[in-house]
Structures are given as C-alpha cells and as structure tokens.
C-alpha cells in the first residue's frame, strides 16, 4: 500500500508541472456519514459494471507512522477480463491497476477522492489506450456524479 500511495504521489508530481490535458485528482465531498458513503459507492460501483476487487483500510497504518487521521480508505475496482487483458498487453499498467478511489472522513464529510486515468495518456503517449483512459475517467465521473446526486439531494 506504501508503494501505491508513494508511486501515485510521484506520478502526481512528475506530471504537475506539464500543460494540463486533464485534471489530475477528481474529487467530492459528501454531507453523509462514512460507512454509508462506503457501502453506497460499492453499490454505484457496481451499477456501473465495475467490480470492487478490495477494500484497503489505511487509518491504522497512517496512524502507526504519527499521522492524525479519521476513517480512511481505498476502494479497488475494475473489470476483471479487461484488466487482464490491459495486464497482459501493456505491463506497464500494472502499477495503476486495478482503478481506486480514495475515502476518506474529515470533519463530519465524506471526501472521495480519485487520480484521472485520462492523465495517463502523458505518461503511456505509445501505449494506444487513450479511448481506454478517457472511458475510464468518464465512468468514473459518472461515478462521482451518481455519488453527489444520491446522497446530496
């Protein structure tokens, strides 16, 4: 998990500082309590034909290395046969897959949290998946934005 998080942010800062094709975090906050927000994006999730492969509790590692932290964590999720397939042909994903989303609880919200697989068209430019990238970050709006409407009416 360490990897992950240190991987992101290093991708994060290595493409901030190029002229922006995208967004590079996604990100909501909502009026509602934690494990409800948990439960109902595994629901959208899957209304959306993702599958939740885990979900990585990371409060208690944080707070073992000092941090102050509330609830946190991260939900992985993709399509099994297309990430295999993307797996097998472009090894160099592997690091980004499968898709996440961040969840995290600060004062009283819910803030779910995202890196736009569009911006990986700057780091994969040969790799041929800019559809791939672009219907991921439109899945995963749609995502948020079914997040927002459900549970800030």
């Known amino acids: 998990m360490k990897r992950l998080l240190a991987l992101s942010f290093l991708v994060f800062l290595f493409l901030r500082p190029g002229a922006a094709v995208a967004e590079e975090t996604l990100m909501i906050r909502v009026g509602l309590e934690f494990d409800a927000t948990l439960a109902q994006l595994q629901q959208v999730i899957a209304e959306h034909g993702y599958t939740t492969s885990h979900v990585q509790r990371c409060d208690v590692g944080l707070q073992g290395s000092g941090y102050e932290t509330d609830k946190y964590r991260v939900v992985f999720f993709g399509k099994l046969d297309e990430m295999r397939a993307i797996s097998s042909i472009h090894p160099e994903l592997v690091p980004f ?26 780091l ?3 790799s041929r998946l800019s559809v791939q990238f672009r219907r991921w970050e439109s899945d995963i709006r749609s995502i948020l934005d079914e997040m927002r409407a459900r549970v800030n009416p």
């Open 124 to 126: 994969f430019p040969q």
């Open 97 to 122: 897959l499968p898709l996440n989303i961040a969840v995290f609880a600060e004062n009283g919200d819910t803030i779910l949290s995202v890196f736009n697989p569009a911006v990986y068209e700057r």
